[in-house]
């Protein structure tokens, strides 16, 4: 009993220090103006860290002895990507290999009986970063961020020895050299020692440690951290340093820069299995912690061919090593809903490290996924978490399931506003059907608002949205916008909350003023209409140019039978159940009530064609037909589209050109009586030189 009760007072005590740590944190990371002593700041954390190791079970995800002090949100200024700094697309087998292999040579039209040579590297598990040196000097370092704009690191980046500040011999004027920072296995096992004799929080990986230090507002501190960095790529050259990847990572050697290895130049599936073999064995040896390995096309023309399609090279890919695991018990199967309403089970475990994380919660996926596998709660489960996945409940330990266990079953009703949940034909998932009466869809959408590829509104994270919403503060996006304004007559301002102050509350109306003029293609993309992700609002801004227009279309395509609708499931990715998700969302009176009031508040940029506007394709609308014989399909419209122009699948009068290959059939009859402009191969390739 006297136990109990002494649990009951600790796990007490743990919330409050909880609490206060995380605000004297919030007041050192991001007002930079701490109110204690380091002294005082370090024995809260030591009466922490003593509490727990009394009672391990009140380690929990946020307790403040597992994250990494807080985000810093200023301080920083924030540097523009000339070339995107983009991520990787993955395969997780032998299939998935084959499968990207095929598409490499399908794309280039590369017959099979000539190989086409891919350099494999590790893959570093740390943060990625550019560098950009003019003549040879370190000018700038930054971040990735969203990539397309990232936080200028240069400060912190000077103190890492693997980095060279000048560059010697015959570099071009502007080379940008991109790599991933990390710390060694050693070296992170020092620090956390370290931090913890300070009473300070342990990290829980080599990464998390390398991004904590690397992103520090004072460069001392990253100073004292043993930081790496391995060069893996280029970003922005005014003149090329090689014509193969090989030849880069030759290059960067050469003017001083560390690259990981062993590395491997193969063409054919079986020796880059043996690659991926060989490093996943060494793998437990190596000084630094790698999460699989990546795979380049070695010729550079060939990789330009390739470009990009949404955020991942074509000419690259990572195959990820399997998944560390490990077995807890289910302690409850929460259902969480999302912002356009899908109900996901979510299993609540006992905490559990899996390859240094403490894991405490983990995906069901959906209904069917839960039935196939029998998951019940107290059952015992394998979970597995692989790289920064949200771990997954992988199977039931059968022989360990109480006797009067009962199968789970799936609520058919919102958690949260009770409505009638339905799963449609076809469809895996349940979904609420409150719609806009549903509290949890609404705050999913604000936070999906605010979030780094929409409004990427800083110091506005998911549990303040939360907090505001459960306070009144935020229930559209509108009122993000006149949260400063109603603050200054407010009689419980936000400066006055706990853990806020006038500095974080100036901030955060500074950060969000900041976003007041956007572009339309991160405006729709924030709207967070179901089925229209980064790439599709991009697709709906080039293709209408601005929101009026868009509005206007979406209020036609209502007729099915108009041009507007047979013009909107002609985009590339809308088919007809996306066009009717569009024309659903900006035909609801009530989201057209919150535009109108959203639009009063904000600049939104038209469409700019990322391309150069003087080349003759720019915002023309292009037909592919027939078979090319130069080069592939794929090539030409991937071609085209970097261009800025817009490939639909059929013709019509506002078609500009239609490119005809063999065997052309009836999208050049149909051009010819419409009288659009007919060309072949050879007449593209000319026009756009
Ligand atoms: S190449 C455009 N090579 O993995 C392609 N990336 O999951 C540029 N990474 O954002 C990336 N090791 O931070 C490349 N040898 C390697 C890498 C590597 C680690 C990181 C990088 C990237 C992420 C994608």
């Not at 969203?146 to 690191?153: A, K, P, Q, R, V």
């Not at 990464?207 to 992103?215: D, K, Q, V």
Request: hydrophobic share 35%; charged share 30%; net charge negative.
């Amino acid at each position: 009993m006297n136990n109990l009760f002494e649990k009951d007072e600790a796990e007490l005590r743990h919330s409050e220090l909880s609490s206060l740590i995380k605000y004297h944190d919030s007041k050192y990371y991001q007002e930079d103006a701490p109110d204690v002593s380091d002294v005082e700041y370090d024995k809260l954390r030591l009466e922490i860290l003593e509490i727990e190791k009394k009672f391990p079970d009140l380690i929990t995800n946020t307790s403040p002895t597992q994250t990494v002090g807080a985000k810093p949100s200023k301080g920083f200024s924030k540097v523009k990507h000339n070339v995107p700094m983009l991520s990787l697309g993955n395969v997780f087998s032998e299939e998935e290999l084959n499968d990207f292999l095929d598409r490499l040579y399908k794309f280039l039209g590369v017959d099979k009986g000539k190989l086409i040579e891919i350099a494999a590297e590790p893959k570093i598990d740390g943060l990625s970063c550019s560098l950009r040196y003019e003549k040879g000097e370190l000018v700038y370092a930054a971040t990735r961020g969203d990539g397309y704009e990232g936080e200028d690191i240069t400060a912190n980046v000077r103190v890492i020895d693997d980095i060279p500040k000048k560059i010697k011999g015959d570099v071009p004027d502007v080379l940008e050299v991109r790599g991933e920072v990390y710390m060694r296995r050693d070296d992170f096992i020092k620090l956390n020692q370290q931090q913890e004799e300070k009473g300070k929080p342990v990290f829980a990986n080599p990464r998390n440690a390398a991004a904590g230090s690397l992103r520090q507002l004072d460069a001392k501190i990253t100073a004292e951290r043993p930081l790496g960095m391995f060069a893996y790529a280029l970003g922005e050259v005014s003149k090329p340093i090689s014509d193969t990847q090989w030849g880069i990572r030759e290059k960067l050697i050469s003017y001083g820069f560390s690259e990981a290895s062993p590395v491997a130049l193969c063409s054919v599936a079986e020796d880059i299995l043996k690659y991926y073999n060989h490093i996943n064995k060494l793998r437990p040896d190596l000084d630094y912690e790698i999460d699989g390995v990546v795979y380049k096309v070695n010729r550079l023309d060939y990789q330009e061919r390739l470009g990009f399609v949404s955020r991942a090279p074509r000419w690259a890919t990572a195959h990820k090593f399997p998944a560390e695991q490990a077995v807890t018990i289910i302690n409850d199967i929460n259902i969480q809903v999302g912002r356009t309403g899908v109900l996901t089970p979510v299993a609540r475990l006992e905490p559990i490290t899996v390859g240094g994380v403490v894991v405490s919660n983990a995906t069901l996926h959906n209904e069917d996924e839960i039935n196939r596998k029998d998951v019940r709660i107290g059952d015992h489960v394998t979970i597995q978490r692989a790289g920064d996945v949200i771990p997954q409940v992988v199977n039931v330990v059968l022989d360990k399931r109480k006797a009067k266990s009962k199968p789970y079953k799936f609520p058919h009703q919102c958690p949260v506003c009770d409505s009638n949940a339905i799963r449609e034909e076809g469809e895996v998932a349940w979904r609420c059907t409150g719609g806009l009466i549903c509290e949890a869809q609404a705050v999913e959408r604000l936070k999906h608002f605010v979030g780094r590829l929409a409004f990427d509104i800083d110091g506005l994270g998911a549990k303040i949205i939360q907090q505001f919403w459960d306070d009144g503060l935020l229930k559209t996006p509108v009122d993000i916008f006149k949260l400063e304004e109603r603050d200054k007559t407010s009689l419980t301002p936000i400066r006055a909350r706990e853990g806020w102050g006038d500095l974080s509350a100036k901030n955060l109306f500074e950060s969000i003023n900041n976003k007041r003029v956007i572009t339309l293609n991160r405006f729709i993309y924030a709207l967070g209409i179901r089925q229209i992700g980064e790439a599709t609002a991009k697709r709906l801004a080039s293709t209408y140019g601005d929101l009026e227009t868009i509005k206007q279309t979406m209020v036609l395509a209502t007729d099915y039978e108009s041009q507007a609708y047979t013009d909107l499931i002609n985009i590339d990715d809308i088919g007809p159940s996306t066009a009717d998700d569009l024309v659903g969302f900006f035909n609801e009176v009530h989201n057209q009530d919150i535009l109108k009031a959203i639009e009063q508040e904000l600049e939104i940029k038209p469409y700019e064609s990322p391309a150069d506007q003087d080349n003759p394709v720019a915002g023309k609308v292009l037909v592919f037909t027939g078979t090319l014989s130069k080069i592939t399909r794929a090539e030409a419209k991937a071609k085209a589209e970097s261009l800025g122009a817009k490939v639909t699948g059929s013709v019509s009068k506002k078609t500009d050109y239609v490119i005809v290959g063999e065997d052309a059939g009836s999208k050049l009859k149909k051009a010819k009586e419409l009288g659009v402009e007919v060309l072949n191969e050879d007449e593209w390739l000319a026009l756009i030189g």
